[in-house]
Structures are given as structure tokens and as C-alpha cells.
């Protein structure tokens, strides 16, 4: 493992701090509580919005704090779950009455520190609602794990949330339209390396030269399968037959996609899968009508990616289409 | 077991905790997310401090823990083991001393803590079993002999994580690996039998 | 090795498939030829811009293609210079009269294919001038070399000729701020890995697990020197210091920087890197006004990063943040 | 020589290139950037496909090649080889058979073509040292015996690939390189050695 940075112990800190150095007009830094906020938070009459979870998973989330996205990202030290007095530090500054919602990974860490955060704002007047994404196919159904996990996916959502909360929605609203994403999309990823943790210094898990562990999670939690690598053509398939294959994906829809790279995946592969998605859906009869090809969720240095299928309706497409600007995601006007 | 007692036990089980801290990452690399140690070690080391400058009660004791495992450890263990020592502060309320009685309602509700919080009932493979197995063993009367309570506690901890190290794990983030998490120990369950073990040793000495 | 395609050899066409497929309301692709042109290609009164190089550096050059940079990105093989016939197709395909700027990386392959490229136009009656990009500080200079190489830094020349042309400028003016922007403009990078090249299938060097290349080049041409792994603090001293040691920065100076990421260096360590460049620069009294973190010009999966400084004046600082929209860069409108 | 001859000469050149692929590779990947092999493969697997369609004179054979390697092996290689035969194309204009004096200007020619576009005089440790070594072998005055001009031609270029091993390169990507270039081969070299090896073994059979 090498790794370009300082103490370990204050990664999380020292890249906060580079992050907001890059753009000082759109984030603040909470210091000492790992909170980015939008500078100009609390908006009048807007919903407030936050994410997060562990860091590591850059540009998620600190990346996607703008307008047309998050009010506030909350970081916990790499691959942890932030605490409730971080989160509740987030919330207060970004709520201006109108309420907030908070958008919460599934992942038993998150949803317990995002709870007593809601306790607490509650218990200070604060309107919080909280919606719980569970994108990844991998993994089996609740009855026999703590629920899917929420993985790259998560980013559509916050597209989808942060545009209605930009239009002046209502909290009930900004709700109603995540949730509605939620339900429908899908992703699964794939890792061709693990990754190593700052502090840990040594690979999480390991893999042959030739094996990949299909269905992996953000923080390299094991997958479902260990199989040789695949090519391209045979690795998309894969993963986007198990997506597909679950609800609620049918031959017309128009669609979105997303091939999020896990970190160490060079753009020239995942532009290679891109195309063979595309091939896929186009025999499946979808209509892609936006496409998000890069780095969104990763894993630190993790080699792999995931695919996330979206299906839209005429609200999401437009939701999806509008402007934003964040340092991760930015167009129109 | 009196405040000054109590102090000792957290103190020492901070240095437990740190001289532990890689094997604890490493058994939660094998079914988790591999951070489990360091979590639990910032946040004990936080725990160290602040109780260098205490000065209270035992309830207050307890509630600084807690407190201070919510605010610096995060993950899943943050919340469960600060829901754990926040309860156990409340049946503490008004006490300068810890009966062998009264171990039975304070782990008793720290347990409780964390099976409400974490959803459980046990058999799971999450560190509520060893909770259970150990506020069980508290359940039986078999005297007031102080060092002897503290000796049981110990081993019905350590013998639960063994026990349950051929559970499958189905609360968590070893959920995920379904039959693959059997055979290995669950990363919180063996922080906790540390926490009895710790107890046991200090209240020995 | 691990790399997620099919067979080696197509990877270059496979991946512009998809980044065509990805925004096909900005490119377009001339199939079997490599080179990815902006839909309105040629724009009516404007000089047309043309980059390229080998392939393996996504997102360059392709994702700079699109209103206010370039105007055709030419792909050749992995690391290898296009053929000038390739080249040509992306000159007469953005000339819409008022001629065209080729953007050359200071490579003999590069600069010997634009060369007959330039000639083959010429002959066609096009105007086409040239730049060549030199900004990598690790080389020797010309008299031992072939001369420096030009690394990350191009993406600035690109931006800001970019927006000239975009402007209405003539080709006499947008070389003019090309060059001017080219004098001003250095960069320095290290490997903490080797890349693998899809067809060789195996790394082009090899580094120790506690080594690290400083002054790498991007196709993995060895460096100057070869250390044990530094801190994250001391290696932005040792780049930047040597950046800045040479020509033209002084106190007081407006600057960019741009901490371009190699491939498989997770953003987290980019922006940690920021922080300790923004430190150093704020030592030397320089105010940065504009930061460009994340991957830019990659060597494939190589681990690792290169520090750009421009040193502004009125003219380029307004160049830097006229409107762009581009797949890899978009801002403004 | 004939332009049968020199078909077949370059059909077993494309062939050799194939062979030595890795290898050429494999020395780029010491002082370039790992990409010779595959470059001159892609090149004349080309070249070898047009050929088996043509039907013309000696200039046009060398005409198609030289187009072929410039459209289809880019880099600094593809330039620097396309344009020495596009210079021998022009020598061999109106010619139908290459005599051992024509040699003494073909390689002039070419050899003239790559130091120009490349801009080096020779002693910088490029393919054009070798392909001067080979033109000065062809000046010397030793009779009219194809069979012996071959095997000088190709002993010349081999030597001069040993020897400017040990040469620093001052041109090319191995430049970056400074005193690190020394004791490589040159890709570029080697290349140019095999043309003229393969030259000599096809006309010896
Ligand atoms: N739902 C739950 N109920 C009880 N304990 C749980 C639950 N989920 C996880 N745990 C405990 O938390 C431990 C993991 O803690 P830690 O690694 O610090 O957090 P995270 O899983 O968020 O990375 C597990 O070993 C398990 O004992
Ligand atoms: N200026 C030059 N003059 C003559 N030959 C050169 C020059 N630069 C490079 N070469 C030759 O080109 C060879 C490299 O070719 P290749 O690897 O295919 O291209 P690239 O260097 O662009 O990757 C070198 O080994 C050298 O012999
Ligand atoms: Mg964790
Ligand atoms: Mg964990
Ligand atoms: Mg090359
Ligand atoms: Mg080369």
C-alpha cells in the first residue's frame, strides 16, 4: 500500500480542507465537525438537504454540496459512519424553517447515527425526515441481512432530491420524489482489486491475479461470487442481468445510467463498459437518455465499478435534467 | 464497586482496547469494513482523557462513556455501546456503589440498550449475544461474592464469542457474506467479552 | 494486471464509442479514424482547435472536446502518437475558414505526426498553425533532450486558447495567448506505481513497495530520481519546489494550480495534496484564484499526481473562467 | 533485386516483427515507453495485407509501404520509417530492378529522409545510427556481389546496435533518461537491425 498523505489519522481533516481550498465560494468547512456546507445555507424557503456517511468515498459527498444537490455533507473518519453531534451540526445549518431531509445509505452504522441525530434536532424544533437508499442488488433481501446496501446509486437520488428541494417543494415533497427514485433503481458493482484503508495499512481482503469478486460492496465488504476475470462484454452482462432481472425494469422505459468507477478504474475502461451497457439496454429496448460515466462512489483505491439503472418517468427526467452545480456534477443554467 | 473502581476498569480497558486495536481490524476485515478497532480505539482514547479531569458520579461515570462513544467512535458500535452505557448511567441514578445485586438491572438494561437499538434478540451474531450471555450469567444467584461474579461474567462472555463464532451473521455488515461469515468471531462481540474480561482482571488485582 | 475489456487491440475505438454514446448531443465520432469532433463542428467565424495524442490519458483529449476548448480530439493508440492521415480528418473537419491551432505535448512521435499533418493541410489549402506544450520541469533542457515534455499543464493551454476561439479571435490571437500561456505554465509529476499497457499486459517498470518515481513521465518514462515514499507535506515541497524554481513565478503573482490525478490516486489524496500545495504557495505570497483538482491527463491505472502552477495576468485569468462545456469540464454559461 | 525480391522481403520482415513483438517492447519499456513492438505489428501486419493485393514497380512497392506505416503506426516510428521509404520510393522511379550500386543511393536516400525528419545527425542512440552505419557499408567499393553487399549490410547494422548501447540517447523519448539510457538497446535500432538481418536471410534462400 502506498498512499500520498500525512498522519493517517487526519486524512479525513487535511482533504476537507483541500476540498474547500479548491472552492471557497461554494463550501464552507465546518471544522472540527467534518460538515461542507453551501455557503450560502441556510436558503430561504428551500429544504434543506444532507448526506453523508464515511469518508472514502469521494467526490461522495462533500463533492455533490451545491445548488441543485446536498445543503450539507456530513464526513466520518474513512469508512465510519459519521457521529450524531456531527450530523446534528449539519442539520442546524442548513434548515431555514422549511425542514430537512436527510438522505441516509443503508448500512446499520449510518441509519443508527442518523436516527439520534433526528432525535436531537426534533428534540431542538427542527423538521427532519429521513430516507433510506437501498440500491444494491447484491446483496439478499432483508429478511436475511440488515437490507440492501446503499451504494453509487445514492447519487441519483441526491439529484433527484436536491432538484425538487431547488424548485421550493415541500419537505413532503422533496420525500416523496426521493422515494420515488429509490424504488426505482438498481446497481451492482464488481472489484478486480481491494482496497486499503489509511490507518489499516493492508488490503482488506485479497484476490488472485486473474479473480474478481463480483457484487461487491463500497467498503469492500465481500461479494457474492468469486469468478476469473471476465472481458467487458461478459462482466457487463453479468452484473446488468442481475439488475435488470430484478424489478422494475421493462422493455419501453426511458432510462438513466451511471458506470461509477471504485477508484483505481482508469475512464478508458469505464467508457469500455459504458458502451457494452448500452448495447445491453439497447436489446432490451430501453431508451438511455442520460448517461453519468466516472467517478461518483468510490471505494479508495479499490479497482472495479458498478452500474446503476434508473427508471424515469416524465417528473425524474426532469428532476435529473436540472441544473446543478456542485464540484462533482455541474451543467445548465 | 465504587466510582474510583469503575474509573479504573475504563481506563484500563482503553489500553486493552489499543494494545487490541489491529486485531480487532482484523477481524472485522475478514467479515466487515476492517475499522472496528479503530473506532473503538478513538473512541476510548477520547474516554481516557476525559476521565483524567472527572471528578463525579458513578451515573455521571457511565454517561461520560456513553456520551463520549456517540460522539467520537461512529459506525454501528458508536450508537450501540453508547445506548448501552446511557442506560446503564439511568439505573444508576442517585447509586455510590455497584452490588452484586445490582448487576443484574444494569446489564440488564445496557443489554436491553442494545438489542432495541440494534434490532436484535439474539442468535444474530452481533455483540447483543454477548450482552445476553453475560446479563444471563448475572441473572443467577450464586451469592455476593463480588470477585466471583466478575470471574463468571468473564468466561460466559468469552465462551459466547466461541459459541458464536459458527453463528451465520444476520444483523450487521457481516450480513452480507451470509454463510461466509460462518466460522469467523464477530469483530463487536469480541470487543465486548474484552470489556468483562477487562473487568474481571482489574477488580482481581 | 487487471483491466475490465474485451480484445486489447479495440479498446482505443470501444472506448470512444462510449464517451460518444455518453453525450451524443456534444460528439461526434469519425469511425476508424479516432477522432471525436464537437456537433456544430466547424463553427461559423471561429478558428477551429485541435489536440491529441495517444490514447490512455482520459479524460484528455476527448473530454475536453466542446464550446470554449477544443473543437476535435485525435486519438492514437495507447500512448502512441496519431498518424497524421487521423490527424488531418479532425483538422479539415473543424476548419471553417478562419483556420486551425494544433495543440501539440512536446513528443518527437506528436510533434513528427502534426508536423505532416500541417503539411497535408497546407496542401489543401487550410491554414493550420502549431503549439508545442512543454511544461514538464523534470526534463533536462533542450540541449541534452528532445526538450521537456508537455504533461497536465496542456489542459490549461487547451482552456484558455479554447475560450479565446471562442470569443471570435483570430488565429493569430489565440496562438498569441497559447504561447503566452505556454511561457507560463510548469509542471512536475510522480509515480507511487507503474501503468500496464492493455496490450502488453504487464507494468512498464517496477517500483519497490516503499518507492516512489519523482519527475515520472506520462506514458511511465522514468523519472529523475527514485526515493522512499515521502509525506504528503514533503513530496508537494519537493514537486512544487522545483516547479517553482524555475521560471517565471514571483511573490505577488495571481496563479492556478492543478493537481491532476495519474489514474488510480483516489481524490481523497489529490485534495489533501491541495491543501499542501495551497500551504506552499501561500508561503511564496502567491493568491491562487482558480483550482483544478482531480484527473485530467492520466497515465492509464499508474498511481500518482502532477502539480501545475499558471502564472496569471488580467488577460489569461479571464481566459481560465470564460464559460466552458465540456464532458471532463463545464462551468459558467 | 527484383520487386518479387523485395516483396518478399518485406512480407518476412512483417512476419519477423510479429515474432519479435514482446521483445521490442520490452526494450521500449526499458528507456521509452513499451510501445515499439506493438506499434511496427500493427504497422506491417498492414503492410503485409496490402502487399498481397499488389500488382506494381518497384517505386510503388516501396510507395505502399511507405503509406501504409504512416497511416497505421503513428509515434515517432511511424514518421520516421515512412519517411525513408517514401525518399527510396523516389529513387527507385522508372527502375524495375535494384542493382548493388542503387543501394548507395537507395539508403543515402532513406537514410537521409529520417535524419532530417528527426532532426539528429547520428551519436544520439536512434534508429538513424543504424541506418547510417548501413548506408556507409554500402559506399564502400567491395564488387558487385548482391549475396556479400546483404551480409555486410546486415553485420553493419548489428554492430552498430551493440555499440551504440553504450551510447547516452540525446533524442527520443529515451532522452528523458539522461546516463540512465546507457547500456539499453534502442528499440528504433534493433528494429532497423532486423530490417536489414531479414534482408540478407531472404535473399540467401
Ligand atoms: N444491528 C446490530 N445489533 C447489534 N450489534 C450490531 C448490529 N450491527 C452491528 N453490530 C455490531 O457492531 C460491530 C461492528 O462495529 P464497527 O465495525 O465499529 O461498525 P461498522 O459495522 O459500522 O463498521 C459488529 O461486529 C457487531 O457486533
Ligand atoms: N528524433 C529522432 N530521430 C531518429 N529516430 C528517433 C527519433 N526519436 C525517436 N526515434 C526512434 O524511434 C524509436 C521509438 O519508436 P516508437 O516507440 O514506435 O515511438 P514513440 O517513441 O513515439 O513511442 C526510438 O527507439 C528511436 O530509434
Ligand atoms: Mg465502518
Ligand atoms: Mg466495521
Ligand atoms: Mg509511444
Ligand atoms: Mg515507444
Given at each position: 500500500?502506498?498512499?500520498?498523505?500525512?498522519?493517517?489519522?487526519?486524512?479525513?481533516?487535511?482533504?476537507?480542507?483541500?476540498?474547500?481550498?479548491?472552492?471557497?465560494?461554494?463550501?464552507?468547512?465546518?471544522?472540527?465537525?467534518?460538515?461542507?456546507?453551501?455557503?450560502?445555507?441556510?436558503?430561504?424557503?428551500?429544504?434543506?438537504?444532507?448526506?453523508?456517511?464515511?469518508?472514502?468515498?469521494?467526490?461522495?459527498?462533500?463533492?455533490?454540496?451545491?445548488?441543485?444537490?446536498?445543503?450539507?455533507?456530513?464526513?466520518?473518519?474513512?469508512?465510519?459512519?459519521?457521529?450524531?453531534?456531527?450530523?446534528?451540526?449539519?442539520?442546524?445549518?442548513?434548515?431555514?424553517?422549511?425542514?430537512?431531509?436527510?438522505?441516509?445509505?443503508?448500512?446499520?452504522?449510518?441509519?443508527?447515527?442518523?436516527?439520534?441525530?433526528?432525535?436531537?434536532?426534533?428534540?431542538?424544533?427542527?423538521?427532519?425526515?429521513q430516507v433510506v437508499v437501498n440500491d444494491d442488488v447484491a446483496v439478499e433481501d432483508s429478511t436475511h441481512t440488515t437490507g440492501r446496501r446503499g451504494i453509487a446509486g445514492t447519487v441519483f437520488v441526491?439529484?433527484?432530491?436536491?432538484?425538487?428541494?431547488?424548485?421550493?417543494?415541500?419537505?413532503?415533497?422533496?420525500?416523496?420524489?426521493?422515494?420515488?427514485?429509490?424504488?426505482?433503481?438498481?446497481?451492482?458493482?464488481?472489484?478486480?482489486?481491494?482496497?486499503?484503508?489509511?490507518?489499516?495499512?493492508?488490503?482488506?481482503?485479497?484476490?488472485?491475479?486473474?479473480?474478481?469478486?463480483?457484487?461487491?460492496?463500497?467498503?469492500?465488504?465481500?461479494?457474492?461470487?468469486?469468478?476469473?476475470?471476465?472481458?467487458?462484454?461478459?462482466?457487463?452482462?453479468?452484473?446488468?442481468?442481475?439488475?435488470?432481472?430484478?424489478?422494475?425494469?421493462?422493455?419501453?422505459?426511458?432510462?438513466?445510467?451511471?458506470?461509477?468507477?471504485?477508484?483505481?478504474?482508469?475512464?478508458?475502461?469505464?467508457?469500455?463498459?459504458?458502451?457494452?451497457?448500452?448495447?445491453?439496454?439497447?436489446?432490451?429496448?430501453?431508451?438511455?437518455?442520460?448517461?453519468?460515466?466516472?467517478?461518483?462512489?468510490?471505494?479508495?483505491?479499490?479497482?472495479?465499478?458498478?452500474?446503476?439503472?434508473?427508471?424515469?418517468?416524465?417528473?425524474?427526467?426532469?428532476?435529473?435534467?436540472?441544473?446543478?452545480?456542485?464540484?462533482?456534477?455541474?451543467?445548465?443554467? | 464497586?465504587?466510582?474510583?473502581?469503575?474509573?479504573?476498569?475504563?481506563?484500563?480497558?482503553?489500553?486493552?482496547?489499543?494494545?487490541?486495536?489491529?486485531?480487532?481490524?482484523?477481524?472485522?476485515?475478514?467479515?466487515?469494513?476492517?475499522?472496528?478497532?479503530?473506532?473503538?480505539?478513538?473512541?476510548?482514547?477520547?474516554?481516557?482523557?476525559?476521565?483524567?479531569?472527572?471528578?463525579?458520579?458513578?451515573?455521571?461515570?457511565?454517561?461520560?462513556?456513553?456520551?463520549?462513544?456517540?460522539?467520537?467512535?461512529?459506525?454501528?458500535?458508536?450508537?450501540?455501546?453508547?445506548?448501552?452505557?446511557?442506560?446503564?448511567?439511568?439505573?444508576?441514578?442517585?447509586?455510590?456503589?455497584?452490588?452484586?445485586?445490582?448487576?443484574?438491572?444494569?446489564?440488564?438494561?445496557?443489554?436491553?440498550?442494545?438489542?432495541?437499538?440494534?434490532?436484535?434478540?439474539?442468535?444474530?451474531?452481533?455483540?447483543?449475544?454477548?450482552?445476553?450471555?453475560?446479563?444471563?450469567?448475572?441473572?443467577?444467584?450464586?451469592?455476593?461474592?463480588?470477585?466471583?461474579?466478575?470471574?463468571?461474567?468473564?468466561?460466559?462472555?468469552?465462551?459466547?464469542?466461541?459459541?458464536?463464532?459458527?453463528?451465520?451473521?444476520?444483523?450487521?455488515r457481516a450480513s452480507y457474506l451470509g454463510d461466509r461469515s460462518i466460522g469467523h468471531i464477530d469483530p463487536g462481540s469480541e470487543s465486548t467479552a474484552l470489556l468483562f474480561e477487562t473487568l474481571d482482571q482489574t477488580m482481581s488485582q
Amino acid at each position: 500500500m502506498k498512499k500520498v498523505m500525512n498522519q493517517p489519522e487526519n486524512i479525513v481533516d487535511e482533504m476537507l480542507e483541500g476540498m474547500v481550498q479548491a472552492t471557497p465560494n461554494r463550501l464552507r468547512y465546518l471544522k472540527g465537525k467534518g460538515v461542507l456546507v453551501r455557503t450560502d445555507a441556510p436558503v430561504d424557503g428551500k429544504v434543506g438537504l444532507v448526506s453523508g456517511g464515511g469518508s472514502g468515498h469521494e467526490p461522495a459527498h462533500g463533492g455533490f454540496v451545491g445548488r441543485g444537490m446536498l445543503d450539507a455533507a456530513v464526513a466520518g473518519e474513512v469508512f465510519t459512519s459519521p457521529t450524531p453531534d456531527r450530523i446534528l451540526e449539519a442539520i442546524k445549518a442548513v434548515d431555514s424553517g422549511k425542514g430537512v431531509l436527510c438522505i441516509v445509505k443503508n448500512y446499520t452504522g449510518d441509519v443508527l447515527n442518523f436516527d439520534m441525530a433526528a432525535e436531537l434536532a426534533a428534540a431542538e424544533g427542527i423538521q427532519v425526515e429521513q430516507v433510506v437508499v437501498n440500491d444494491d442488488v447484491a446483496v439478499e433481501d432483508s429478511t436475511h441481512t440488515t437490507g440492501r446496501r446503499g451504494i453509487a446509486g445514492t447519487v441519483f437520488v441526491h439529484k433527484i432530491a436536491g432538484a425538487k428541494a431547488d424548485q421550493g417543494a415541500s419537505l413532503e415533497e422533496v420525500k416523496r420524489v426521493a422515494e420515488k427514485g429509490i424504488r426505482r433503481i438498481r446497481s451492482m458493482g464488481v472489484a478486480l482489486t481491494p482496497c486499503t484503508l489509511p490507518e489499516a495499512g493492508k488490503p482488506s481482503f485479497t484476490l488472485e491475479e486473474d479473480e474478481i469478486e463480483i457484487g461487491i460492496g463500497i467498503h469492500g465488504e465481500p461479494g457474492v461470487e468469486r469468478t476469473k476475470l471476465l472481458s467487458a462484454s461478459a462482466l457487463t452482462r453479468t452484473l446488468a442481468d442481475r439488475i435488470y432481472d430484478d424489478l422494475p425494469y421493462r422493455a419501453g422505459d426511458r432510462v438513466a445510467v451511471m458506470v461509477n468507477g471504485m477508484g483505481s478504474t482508469p475512464l478508458m475502461e469505464l467508457n469500455v463498459i459504458h458502451k457494452e451497457f448500452i448495447t445491453y439496454l439497447n436489446e432490451k429496448q430501453n431508451q438511455v437518455v442520460d448517461s453519468w460515466v466516472g467517478e461518483y462512489m468510490t471505494s479508495l483505491d479499490m479497482a472495479g465499478f458498478s452500474l446503476t439503472l434508473f427508471q424515469l418517468d416524465e417528473e425524474l427526467e426532469s428532476l435529473l435534467a436540472h441544473p446543478v452545480d456542485t464540484m462533482a456534477v455541474r451543467f445548465g443554467k | 464497586m465504587k466510582v474510583v473502581d469503575v474509573k479504573n476498569w475504563f481506563c484500563r480497558y482503553a489500553e486493552v482496547i489499543q494494545e487490541k486495536k489491529s486485531f480487532l481490524t482484523e477481524l472485522d476485515s475478514a467479515i466487515g469494513d476492517g475499522d472496528h478497532g479503530t473506532n473503538m480505539a478513538r473512541g476510548w482514547k477520547e474516554v481516557q482523557t476525559q476521565l483524567k479531569a472527572f471528578k463525579g458520579g458513578l451515573s455521571e461515570c457511565f454517561l461520560l462513556v456513553s456520551r463520549t462513544l456517540i460522539s467520537h467512535v461512529g459506525g454501528a458500535s458508536g450508537p450501540l455501546y453508547g445506548t448501552a452505557f446511557l442506560r446503564m448511567s439511568m439505573v444508576l441514578k442517585e447509586k455510590e456503589h455497584i452490588s452484586v445485586e445490582d448487576w443484574k438491572e444494569l446489564l440488564n438494561a445496557g443489554c436491553e440498550g442494545i438489542g432495541q437499538r440494534g434490532g436484535t434478540s439474539g442468535g444474530e451474531k452481533t455483540m447483543y449475544d454477548v450482552w445476553l450471555a453475560v446479563t444471563n450469567e448475572a441473572q443467577q444467584e450464586t451469592g455476593d461474592d463480588e470477585r466471583s461474579l466478575f470471574s463468571r461474567l468473564s468466561e460466559a462472555a468469552r465462551k459466547k464469542v466461541e459459541e458464536s463464532k459458527e453463528l451465520k451473521a444476520l444483523k450487521g455488515r457481516a450480513s452480507y457474506l451470509g454463510d461466509r461469515s460462518i466460522g469467523h468471531i464477530d469483530p463487536g462481540s469480541e470487543s465486548t467479552a474484552l470489556l468483562f474480561e477487562t473487568l474481571d482482571q482489574t477488580m482481581s488485582q
